[in-house]
């Protein structure tokens, strides 16, 4: 793709270059110190390329240039450009000479222009674009200056830099004539073609490039459109400055080229970069005034503020306290920690939701993707391990391999809501064990290995696989969901439509009045609260008080006694569920914007694990809090009874014996088993490979 060059300085308005000059050299800050011709000292000392131009600072020193900026934007930052060379060459010359060009950067541009509303009136302008790069090309070296050697018949050897009159070049193109020869002989242009042209590779000059891909925020997009995206081109120290996944606020120029065919009228746009600002970690997309700031501390000393937050997840949706509050923490998040030797312990709460049809899960999750300063909602169904992820994908035109980030890396920071997360295919759903235990998705395709970050909370829903949610069968019984995954949820919330008269009179009050009226209003206005969100994502990270700790601790403890009590009692907690207090009692922390978490907020972590593991880790057969029935998928008392018939089988086995279903029936009876069960664990052996069908009705162990 062609960037155009530094042009001709005499070419250019003297003006603007001696207007730029008497900016750098002149323009004081605050304090009365002179302010870029110190980042350019400092830019000469770390032998940089670049320095950065407040656009702020421009309008106050003159209108004309910034005038020129938006109308002539291509010649005012060549002039630019030439300005901060001539200073250059005053402060070392020795470098100046080295460096084919200097830049200055433009920060903080007016106004940003959405990527769709693009147009030809742009054309050739600098504008501001705000989106997330969902791929790049890997850096690549662009030929600016092509030396050749032009080769007589006699022999003789004239070399030359082409393009002659120090341009950049446009397309690599043999020369049309040895300019040597026409300053040598006095003779036509056209008797000098004489002889060979080689490109001396060697003693060209070449600059860093790379092309990005500019998409939309998910925000930013009308509902039912497609997202829209531009290409960008990055030179110099602007490559490798982002990657997929990032989101970015970008300057740059509005240039075209030429799509499809070299004879064809139509052109698409593409962007050349003047300054690339990663806006990735510092949720810059919710824009925090100082009214809303002193909106917000306001609140945060509202004695009721967490309850009125809660109150505010999806109003329209009646009841569900719990479920809106685990909600409330996985949108603040607890405080992720590095240690010294690179660990990394994820701050993102993960929550999934267990539900008849009929109760709202969805509505659940759109408006968490909505109120989430960085959200994402997607399906199970239309979602695929690439989308979720990432993936290596071939460019049509250049035959490369390229990254595409994916709903996980595009969220990196915020909320990823997958709905019907059953019905998602195996192997799709294996992709994101990485990003929900480790925060990273890492790549190892067509000689691209690399590691995104994917920071992202997961709020997940489905469908129980037998319609409605059969208590007897237990957790792993009811969805169709690998315990890898199940065991990676900090909380897990079941749903059951059950009727119950005063709660429905509640309910069908509740939904007259949201359809009678506009609906229900919220304790805290939306964008109030998103703003609150974010702030808090930001700024706030508490730390355990000494009591906290003592609270989580003896909690943990007690609950491990029964099982270090007893050698057949089951486990009741694991480390996971430690963890996963710890992040509760963090993020209830922020939710008050407090520095530090004390009791209070480690009795309310404890209150709703409590709540959790009471529903989804309770052994349905001996009554007993199980976490096995989470981690495992099985209780303790089950896996038990499987190993007996195992071993049953076994013995038989050796003796080169099969067993017949009416002796297991037997066994399993006298183990307290019913035939579906006995029937469930028979069907897991023989899934597992441990045991195989001999003859109808007849088993053995697998040699």
């Known amino acids: 793709m062609p960037s155009s060059g530094q042009g001709n300085p005499e070419s250019m308005v003297v003006d603007y270059v001696t207007l730029f000059q008497d900016f750098l050299q002149s323009f004081t800050d605050e304090r009365g110190e002179r302010k870029y011709m110190n980042r350019i000292r400092e830019m000469v000392f770390?032998?940089?390329?670049?320095?950065?131009?407040?656009?702020?600072?421009?309008?106050?020193?003159?209108?004309?240039?910034?005038?020129?900026?938006?109308?002539?934007s291509q010649k005012a930052l060549e002039a630019l450009s030439v300005a901060i060379k001539s200073i250059v060459e005053s402060i070392n010359e020795s470098y100046a000479s080295r460096v084919r060009r200097f830049y200055g950067r433009l920060t903080g541009w007016v106004k940003p222009t959405p990527i769709r509303e693009l147009r030809s009136d742009l054309l050739n302008r600098l504008v501001l674009l705000e989106g997330i790069v969902v791929r790049a090309t890997p850096p690549k070296q662009r030929m600016v200056r092509a030396t050749y050697v032009h080769v007589l018949p006699d022999g003789s050897q004239h070399e030359f830099a082409w393009p002659p009159d120090e341009r950049e070049l446009e397309e690599l193109e043999k020369p049309s004539y040895c300019p040597v020869c026409v300053a040598e002989v006095s003779e036509e242009v056209g008797s000098l073609r004489r002889g060979a042209f080689r490109l001396v590779l060697e003693k060209s000059t070449f600059m860093d490039w790379q092309m990005i891909s500019l998409?939309?925020?998910?925000?930013?997009?009308?509902?039912?459109?497609?997202?829209?995206?531009?290409?960008?081109?990055?030179?110099?120290?602007?490559?490798?400055?982002?990657?997929?996944?990032?989101?970015?606020s970008l300057i740059g120029?509005?240039?075209?080229?030429?799509?499809?065919?070299?004879?064809?009228?139509?052109?698409?746009?593409?962007?050349?970069?003047?300054?690339?600002?990663?806006?990735?970690?510092?949720?810059?997309?919710?824009?925090?005034?100082?009214?809303?700031?002193?909106?917000?501390?306001?609140?945060?000393?509202?004695?009721?503020?967490?309850?009125?937050?809660?109150?505010?997840?999806?109003?329209?949706?009646?009841?569900?306290?719990?479920?809106?509050?685990?909600?409330?923490?996985?949108?603040?998040?607890?405080?992720?920690?590095?240690?010294?030797?690179g660990t990394r312990i994820r701050g993102e709460i993960h929550v999934l939701i267990i539900g008849d049809p009929g109760t709202a899960k969805s509505q659940?999750?759109?408006?968490?993707?909505?109120?989430?300063?960085?959200?994402?909602?997607?399906?199970?169904?239309?979602?695929?391990?690439?989308?979720?992820?990432?993936?290596?994908?071939?460019?049509?035109?250049?035959?490369?391999?390229?990254?595409?980030?994916?709903?996980?890396?595009?969220?990196?920071?915020?909320?990823?809501?997958?709905?019907?997360?059953?019905?998602?295919?195996?192997?799709?759903?294996?992709?994101?064990?990485?990003a929900m235990e480790q925060g990273t998705v890492t790549i190892s395709k067509a000689g691209i290995h690399a590691r995104l970050s994917a920071r992202a909370s997961v709020l997940a829903a489905g469908n129980p696989k037998r319609g409605r949610y059969v208590d007897s069968l237990g957790l792993a019984g009811n969805i169709n969901l690998p315990v890898t995954i199940l065991s990676r949820f900090d909380l897990i919330f079941i749903i059951k439509d059950v009727a119950d008269?005063?709660?429905?009179?509640?309910?069908?009050?509740?939904?007259?009045?949201?359809?009678?009226?506009?609906?229900?209003?919220?304790?805290?206005?939306?964008?109030?609260?998103?703003?609150?969100?974010?702030?808090?994502?930001?700024?706030?990270?508490?730390?355990?008080?000494?009591?906290?700790?003592?609270?989580?601790?003896?909690?943990?403890?007690?609950?491990?006694?029964?099982?270090?009590?007893?050698?057949?009692?089951?486990?009741?907690i694991t480390t996971r569920q430690l963890e996963a207090l710890v992040r509760l009692a963090e993020a209830h922390a922020k939710v008050a914007l407090k520095e530090e978490v004390d009791a209070e907020d480690a009795l309310e972590a404890i209150r709703l694990m409590n709540a959790v593991l009471e529903k989804v880790g309770m052994d349905v057969e001996t009554g007993l809090m199980d976490i096995d029935t989470l981690m495992t998928g099985k209780a303790k008392s089950l896996r038990d009874k499987e190993v007996t018939i195992l071993e049953y089988i076994r013995d038989a086995s050796r003796k080169g014996e099969c067993v017949k279903y009416g002796e297991l029936e037997k066994l399993g009876q006298g183990l307290g088993l019913d035939r579906p069960a006995l029937e469930r664990i028979i069907a897991d052996l023989r899934k597992s490979g441990d045991i195989y069908e001999k003859r109808p009705g007849c088993y053995m162990v697998v040699e």
Do not use: C
């Open 215 to 248: 998409q939309e925020r998910p925000e930013d997009i009308p509902p039912g459109q497609l997202p829209r995206s531009v290409d960008v081109v990055l030179t110099e120290d602007l490559v490798d400055v982002v990657r997929p996944g990032d989101r970015v």
């Open 501 to 572: 008269v005063s709660r429905d009179r509640q309910i069908v009050r509740h939904v007259l009045e949201v359809h009678g009226t506009e609906g229900v209003r919220a304790e805290i206005e939306p964008d109030l609260l998103r703003k609150y969100i974010a702030y808090a994502r930001k700024y706030v990270r508490p730390r355990l008080t000494r009591e906290a700790r003592e609270i989580i601790e003896r909690y943990y403890i007690e609950l491990r006694k029964r099982s270090a009590m007893d050698p057949n009692a089951p486990l009741a």
């Open 46 to 72: 770390y032998e940089g390329k670049s320095i950065a131009i407040d656009f702020e600072d421009l309008a106050r020193f003159s209108d004309e240039l910034v005038l020129a900026l938006d109308r002539e």
């Open 253 to 341: 120029i509005v240039k075209l080229l030429r799509g499809g065919r070299k004879t064809s009228s139509v052109f698409d746009f593409y962007i050349e970069a003047n300054n690339v600002i990663p806006a990735q970690r510092l949720l810059e997309e919710v824009n925090i005034g100082p009214e809303d700031e002193a909106k917000i501390k306001e609140l945060a000393r509202d004695p009721l503020v967490r309850r009125k937050l809660v109150a505010s997840i999806a109003p329209a949706i009646h009841g569900y306290w719990d479920l809106k509050e685990a909600i409330a923490l996985l949108l603040f998040g607890g405080v992720p920690k590095v240690l010294k030797d």
């Open 364 to 434: 659940l999750l759109q408006y968490a993707a909505r109120i989430a300063p960085r959200g994402l909602y997607t399906t199970g169904r239309g979602s695929s391990a690439a989308g979720l992820t990432a993936a290596v994908i071939r460019d049509k035109q250049s035959g490369e391999f390229f990254l595409e980030a994916g709903a996980m890396v595009l969220a990196d920071g915020g909320v990823v809501a997958i709905d019907e997360i059953d019905k998602m295919r195996d192997e799709d759903r294996v992709a994101i064990h990485e």
